[in-house]
């Protein structure tokens, strides 16, 4: 079987000889350039003449399409018993040859075209013989005698096709069929008692030729067995194969199969095992809902199995059926066959947590809002104008109705149902967990219900922000955010005796019947000031339908002068309005950092820049809750950018530093802050106003501010006090100890920078023993500080986080180069090195906490796992449960939470730049790396970047720390598995092959010497000690763990690739030494033993090939003439020639 030698080009040869093999009609189907209609017409013609002759070719050319290349005889009319009796003897024939994956699943680049080239040949061949030998008594009979007994893959997939073709030509004959009766029943009704004879001649043609077409759409069904025995077929190739046919054979023959004696079967497969053929049932499904003649006949279907593909939109495990259950689910919604109670439910979707999924369901949400919201919240504001109005008020008020506004409330009123849905079911189903604590501000609980937030990338945005986002290209209205910015700086709150007040529940107050339409509840104008600042951050970020870089730039540009200029004055009225709010105008306080400032002295508005600076700080000295402190900050760095007005912030910004240091040291006035109890109130106020000190010195170089006073009132060294709380372990005070970590960082930070200014070169830098005393004693104070917390065993698991994050931050910046190219002693004096102990503490410390995030990461895919088998239904087998719950396992990015992911980031990144840069030893990256495989992509991609810098660094200093590196870390990941701390060890197996990319060596024929070739065989022997003292260790304790240990020789193996004689021959004879030294037999042909018989072999197969290759180069020098001159028109023997011929060169010899 292949591709023939002499390519078939129809263009130049119009009919071909068939051979009754087969092959030549397999051939020209197989070439890409075959002219397939004329392949068809030339086997029909062959046909015409026999039948006989004919029939064979096409039923061996089936066979070979099967990948066997075995032929049956000429003699095809036989009963069905001797078919079968045939087939079993090829595939006896079949089992004995060595093949490869059969044509139609086949990765071959000869195979790419065949299964499209091989369905068209059997669609045309129909469309030719339809109105011939379709209907004979020998084509249709004996094909589907042959085809049907096959019925494995690819004969099913040719019997579903020509099965789908057929439905073509029977859809035309029902065409004809309704017709003909039509007209017979007419003539009968016309012809009642008349005896004319033309009549009945009449009447009976069309009895005729009623009864042919009746037993010609019966004579179709022949394949339709196919469809019945492959559906659940134990392949779900085949099953995916048939579901997808039966979708297209309703839309072909709607007469006969769109009826719910076959739409259940697609329903049915609704729960395969398999997501693939899920994915063909919601496929075909979508084809069928999408023509509209179908839906009457579509709403049984719709009822018995709403609930089922309700279900998979909202849980499905796998995100690639998930998509296209949410995108049927529009359809059908489309087609008015959803009910409101399922509308609600589907539209949550909008609030998941992934990006793929809230895309998916935006044009569902698109509609809803629009049927269910949008037009009666319009409807609803006219007719409450209408009433009890004059025309002329009647319409004057209609003219006046803003609908965009209209528009922006029914929005609102969307999101706010959703929230609260998702609220519920959470209470719902977490109804046994500890509620939040009952005295939390109502401002800030209200806030935290309206804006449960995701962490993305270095910072948080909230779910209404997500749903924004993906609903940006559908939703048109977000698009006019000057509507909305100028809806929310109006007040359309009752007024009451002079004072605003808010509508209540109970409240019946005469009003403006438009202004009532306009006005939103508390909920809907929180969601709203997020909805508006989110549409203002896509702006100035995403732009579509440009690919000029320079053009986006500029249209990026534009759209933000347009905000700044708009914003400039409707912000003074967002920040006065709700100033009092925390939850709003912490988003309001995120619109400075999206404007361009400029703006202000473009529009000669400078009294306006000031009064903006000023309400600025009035609301970060106020407020308390850590969103506002953090955005205000955010605006003040950001307007601090513009040199322009720096003379107009100078004076503000001391007299914040000055408030709110005066402020911190007032309420840290407690004697004995160190180990004194603190009161809640004390908790609260410390806490805020340390949570204000660190994000104002984030933003600001506060120094000088903070280290005024004496030591005991220094800020600094109050903050390092606070700090030295956490190891009280009080949680009610880990948000004070988080803020004093943070803090303390920051401020080292503006430490140096004030020795280092960025425009001086460090050899320039010159500064007094003093001032390098001062920083060094706050520097080592708070190091120790902090090295306490992440050391502490009992402390919170986020403080020690930080702890760790922070100090491995202040051991990289000084020991930074500025440190060590300058000529001042006293800079030089600054360099920080980690002690050798405490890289070994805070390495065991790493440790021990990706251990803990394990723990979560295993709980998380536990809870998935009993969802999984919460959603099987009863009569699944237990297999499915396991593998879908495998499954599970795997796509551990789609299972670990974004703020647990982050954790696991930051500990491990932190210890792997670390050892990157040379704060701690390189060998402790082992810690990290080990981990590959258990924590998602994330972790993998960091460790696989990790792993190929340091092989960048071996090719310039070396193997050596690579090799450390590498057999470290597989030691510890391959202990994971023997310690039973994951149940297999496909994670070693893979880090292994990321190791063994790394340690490519040159070809084993390169004999230049190799300095790194030493670690490489160290490499093994250590592996090899290991395994052997692990042996030992376990045989004496459980043999089951000692078997285990045998499975390392397997990565073990991955690392040989390419290493030379000498070192295969060393690490040999140190494996041999080590079983003999240690008492360890090895038993022959015994499977756990596997892994050790193929790292041997390996060695071996190394061993013999260098053999091979000195044998090839001995017999070239012993052939050489030793009394003979060579001719001078010999040229010199190529050696690569000779080792790759492997033969010596004859023609040595003279005459």
Known sequence: MGTPESPIDQSAQSSMELDESGQTLFEAILHPNSAIETVVSDWVEAYTISADAALPVIINFIIRSCGCNRSVSADVHVDDDEIVKTLEELQEAFDKETMSDYPLVSKSRDFKKFRKSLLEFFHRLIKQVKHSILYDDVFCERLQAWIMAMSRHTATTIALALMTVLCETAQ?????????????????????????????????????????????????????????????????????????????????????????????????????????????????LSRVYANETFIRNLRHFTERFKSRLLEMA??????????????????????????????????LLIYSDNSKIRKAVATFIMSTLQEDYISIGLEKVRSATSEGSTRRKKASSAKNIKEDWVKFKCFAEFLVKCGAEIKNERLSVEEEDHMEDENESE?????????????????KKSRIGLAVHDLWSELSLLHDWKSLAEYLSKDHSLRSGGSLSRLSDNESVPSDPIEEGYRLSEEEETVLVEVLVSCLKLLVTEVTNVKDKKDVETQLEQTRGEISRTMAKLLPRLLTKYAPDAGRIAEVLQIP???????????????AFSSLVDDIKKLFLKHTHPLVLAHAAEAIRHIMQYENFASLMETTLSELQEEVVINFKEECETNGLIDSHLSSDQVHAIGASLYRLEQLISVINAVESVEEGEDDKDVSNLVVTLAKRGLLG???????????????????????????????????????????????????????????????????????????????????????????????????????????????????????????????????????????????????????VEKRTKTTKKDLDAIISLDLKYSIMETAGSLLRATRIGVFNADYTATVVCQYGRFGNDVDELIRKVVQEFKERATEEGSSILCRVCIDSMQKSFELYVDDKTSTMESTNLLARVFAHALQLRDIYDNTPRRDSEHITHMHFQAIQFITSKMVELNNEEDRKATKVIKYFKPLTLLLGGIKSADATRINSKLQEEFQNKGLSIPENEREWEPYYSY???LHKILGKIAETSRILMDIEVKQPRKRRRPAREERLDLEELVHTQTPNKQSKTK
């Open 172 to 284: 035309e004959i029902q065409s004809e069929f309704n017709i003909a009766r039509r007209q017979l029943i007419t003539e009968q009704n016309k012809n009642k008692g008349a005896r004319n004879t033309r009549n009945k001649d009449r009447i009976n043609s069309l009895h005729a030729q009623t009864k042919e077409l009746e037993d010609k759409k019966n004579q179709l069904d022949g394949f339709l067995g196919a469809f019945f025995d492959g559906y659940r077929d134990v392949e779900a190739i085949i099953r995916a194969e048939c579901i997808r046919e039966l979708g297209l054979w309703i839309t072909k023959y709607p007469d006969r199969f769109l009826d719910d004696i076959y739409l259940r079967y697609l329903g049915w497969q609704l729960s395969d095992k398999t997501p693939s053929t899920r994915i063909e049932a919601i496929k075909s």
């Open 314 to 347: 909202l849980r499905e495990s796998d995100i690639n059926v998930r998509i296209p259950s949410i995108q049927l689910l529009t359809q059908i919604s489309k087609a008015g066959l959803f009910e409101d109670e399922d509308r609600a439910k589907f539209a």
């Open 443 to 459: 401002t800030d609980a209200n806030y935290g219900d309206a804006a449960i937030t995701q962490r993305i990338g270095g910072g």
């Open 593 to 607: 950092s999206i404007m361009g400032v400029e703006v202000y002295m473009d529009l000669r508005m400078n009294k």
């Open 730 to 880: 009080i949680p009610e005070e880990e948000k004070i100890v988080l803020s004093a970590i943070n803090f303390l960082w920051h401020y080292i930070l503006w430490k140096v920078n004030n020795i280092f200014p960025s425009e001086t070169e460090s050899e320039d830098i010159d500064i007094s023993t003093e001032i390098a005393e001062n920083l060094m004693k706050r520097r080592d104070n708070i190091v120790e500080a902090l090295s306490e917390l992440v050391l502490d065993e009992a402390g919170s698991s986020n403080v020690r986080r930080n702890a760790f994050i922070n100090t491995c931050n202040i051991y990289w910046l000084f020991s930074s180069d500025i440190f060590y190219s300058s000529d001042n002693n006293n800079v030089t004096r600054l360099r920080l090195t980690c002690p050798s102990h405490m890289q070994r503490h805070f390495a065991q410390y790493v440790e021990k906490e990706l251990e803990r995030l394990r723990g979560l990461v295993d709980a998380a895919i536990t809870h998935a796992s009993e969802e999984i088998a919460n959603d099987v239904d009863e009569d699944e087998e237990e297999q499915v």
């Open 1096 to 1098: 041997t072999q390996k």
